[in-house]
């Protein structure tokens, strides 16, 4: 599989391009491009025309505990729970996330995104004629490029030095904690260079002469505006790490991201955080291959095997080239299965005769003989239904006692829930709009044996978003009438939610 990685960087245009064999992924090519050379952009993508393009985006991270180890469960209601998280309505936003099931239930690491943030991003790409197949958050990203280039390296802080903002994350054994970006990048650090500067220099050599610089030997009075903008964007780096550093305590600093743009910078940054070292990774890394952190990561998070990448790029977002593939595919099944069916008719045609043959032996040695002769004389089939018949008329067992709930022990069992009388008693009682019990199978004429298997629906109002978490986490834990072996369902509604469950079977009783 060929992956094309891609990171808008202003002024430039990160790409690079992966092949992955099997497990294996190597880099093929890194380029960066003026972010006004759309015709360079365009070539390059032509190049790689059949990879999958998979591109990055800011997000915010969230983590959340459950009580349950299911991983369908938890996805059902997440949903739900992150609307709890942002000030956004649920349909306003776009989430992806990641589930560890631990010894107390799971956790949760949700990202989300407003979906006009990524509308705008996608907008973006069809300037290059790009329709992205994958879209990843920066912050997984960055920890894609970690894992890739330092194996090793299980827990860190990660510093991307991007163009216009800076991102640093907590990586704690491989998977983020959290995550922060600072408003200030690495072109406002020119900016002031040129302020400095303009006298002597023309703008295009700023880049230049930055990079001759030593920030260590660095003189404040020759380079006022570089000073003051050096010294801003050090303290708001070394107040995020430092709040890293509290909860997390001891952690390498992994850099990535423009190192070359000023001499010695990362040990600069790192001047008011001595107890914090720079990692350095065994096998040496290239600068076009820092400076591209972001783009590789992106397309190292394509490839990476696992259940549940950070994908964004779900529902309305699916692109238009996934579709396409599915019809493609959907195609090519229909005609094998009009092929398979065909071949397997004449197969089991021949097999069902014979089927039916040693039926018919075994059931002519359930009836009197007299009878089975009767009945098979008029045919094979004739003699199989009629026997069958006969079998069923004799069956003497009475299918009539309930095997579940009744109606009014489930109103009884719902108005009676502790959890229900808590609310009450707190000032916010569930507000029953509709319950529906439906028998959804049940003994009948021609199926005496179909077991009863009740199914409700209810609908509730409540005022607080977290009471109504508590009931549907209470269902997931399971009740004395609730079925935990089938599905529990659960939907939000405009003032309402909804929830449907199975009750659970007990031995026949009368009502």
Excluded at 51 to 65: F, K
Excluded at 311 to 320: A, D, T, W
Aim: with cysteine; glycine share 4%.
């Amino acid at each position: 599989m060929q992956i094309l990685g891609l990171c808008i960087d202003r002024p430039f245009l990160r790409l690079a391009f992966l092949e992955k064999k099997g497990k294996l992924v190597e880099i093929r090519s890194i380029k960066t491009i003026q972010f006004n050379s759309t015709d360079d952009v365009k070539q390059f993508y032509m190049s790689a025309s059949s990879a999958n393009t998979a591109t990055v985006v800011p997000a915010l991270i969230r983590h959340l505990d459950f009580k349950i180890s299911s991983i369908p469960q938890i996805e059902q209601g997440l949903p739900f729970q992150i609307e709890s998280l942002t000030h956004l309505l649920a349909e306003e936003i776009c989430y992806t996330s990641q589930i560890v099931p631990d010894k107390k239930g799971a956790k949760a690491t949700v990202y989300f995104i407003p979906k006009s943030t990524l509308n705008s991003h996608l907008e973006a790409w069809k300037t290059f004629s790009i329709e992205p197949d994958f879209v990843t958050a920066q912050a997984q990203a960055m920890i894609s490029f970690a894992n890739f280039r330092s194996p090793n390296l299980k827990s860190a802080f990660l510093v991307h030095l991007g163009s216009q903002e800076w991102t640093c994350v907590w990586m704690e054994n491989g998977v983020i904690e959290r995550s922060f970006s600072i408003p200030m990048g690495m072109e406002s650090l020119l900016s002031a260079l040129w302020e400095d500067r303009k006298k002597v220099l023309f703008q295009k050599e700023i880049e230049g002469v930055a990079k001759q610089i030593d920030l260590l030997e660095l003189k404040p009075l020759f380079n006022p505006q570089l000073s003051q903008q050096l010294e801003t964007q050090k303290q708001a780096l070394a107040n995020v790490l430092f709040s890293f550093q509290q909860i997390a305590g001891v952690r390498p600093i992994f850099f990535t991201g423009r190192l070359q743009t000023f001499g010695r910078l990362p040990e600069y940054l790192t001047g008011a955080l001595p107890a914090l070292p720079i990692h350095i990774p065994q096998i040496p890394i290239s600068p076009e291959e820092y400076q591209n952190a972001l783009a590789l990561g992106a397309g190292l998070e394509l490839a990476a095997d696992r259940r549940d990448p950070i994908q964004f790029l779900k529902g309305e977002f699916i692109p238009r080239k996934a579709w396409r593939r599915v019809g493609a595919w959907s195609i090519s099944l229909i005609v094998i299965s009009m092929a398979l069916s065909m071949l397997l008719f004449e197969l089991g045609r021949t097999e069902f005769h014979k089927t039916k043959s040693i039926m018919a032996d075994s059931l002519k040695e359930l009836i009197d003989s007299k009878v089975a002769k009767n009945a098979f004389s008029k045919g094979l089939d004739h003699g199989i239904d009629h026997t069958l018949d006969l079998i069923e008329k004799n069956d003497k067992e009475a299918p009539y006692l309930l095997t579940v709930p009744t109606v009014s022990e489930f109103l009884s069992w719902l108005s009676s829930h502790p959890i229900l009388s808590s609310f009450e008693a707190a000032g916010d009682p569930l507000e029953i709009v509709n319950v529906r019990y439906q028998l959804v199978s049940f003994p009948k004429i021609g199926a005496m044996k179909d077991p009863y298997t009740a199914k409700v629906e209810l609908e509730f109002r409540i005022k607080s978003p977290m009471n109504a978490r508590k009931f549907h986490e209470t269902l997931l834990a399971g009740d004395e009438l609730i079925d935990l072996g089938t599905e529990i369902t659960w939907e939000s509604l405009a003032d309402s939610y909804r929830t449907s469950f199975t009750l659970v079977q007990r031995i026949p009783h009368v009502p």
